[in-house]
């Protein structure tokens, strides 16, 4: 089980969850001929299929508002930035968190947005540039960048506590590899 570090942006999952509850309210209501009481059975059918496709996309999207953006697990930095599974990255590398700002994807090039940034170990090329999704954030030369807009409200006693977890699972980390 892993220790989240840093919680996806759930104020924007709930409003996404908006469109597919109503189309499954609306389909539920349609397929038990509520709507208009002489609804034909294909109506109802229609009404059954929207029904249960807005189920099916809520709850993909209750699932995708659980995920973290930034977790710990087993001595790896689990960064949530491409898809529902993780990169996993050696804790040892990750030296430091810090507060940034960022152009937003989401508002166009006039906005800015807090962003989380990862310093990885410069010695450590073999993670310096990974392909994630741009629209959650972007990995280059050695940096990983969370746009606050996909995650949790930011601000410096926020990373404070993340570079004061992450000291604690590189000591814990550091421990384990002595010990063996």
């Known amino acids: 089980m892993s220790d989240c570090w840093l919680r996806s942006n759930q ?7 908006l469109l597919p509850a109503l189309v499954l309210l609306g389909g539920v209501l349609l397929a038990l001929g509520w709507l208009n009481g002489e609804t034909s059975i294909i109506l109802r059918r229609i009404g059954g299929i929207a029904a249960i496709s807005a189920l099916l996309a809520l709850v993909i999207l209750l699932y995708v508002s659980r995920l973290p953006r930034l977790a710990y697990d087993d001595g790896h930095l689990l960064v949530y930035l491409q898809s529902t599974q993780p990169i996993r990255v050696p804790i040892q590398i990750v030296e430091c968190f810090f507060l940034g700002q960022a152009e937003s994807d989401l508002h166009g090039p006039e906005v800015q947005t807090n962003t989380v940034v990862v310093r990885l170990a410069e010695a450590d090329t073999d993670w310096h ?9 972007r990995w280059r030369d050695g940096y990983i960048t969370v746009f606050g ?31 063996s």
């Open 11 to 17: 104020r924007v999952m709930q409003i996404a969850m």
């Open 129 to 137: 540039n990974v392909k994630v999704k741009p629209a959650l954030g």
């Open 149 to 179: 807009t996909w995650c949790e409200p930011l601000n410096v006693e926020r990373v404070d506590q993340m570079n004061h977890l992450l000291a604690t699972a590189r000591r814990e980390a550091k421990q384990i590899r002595e010990a």
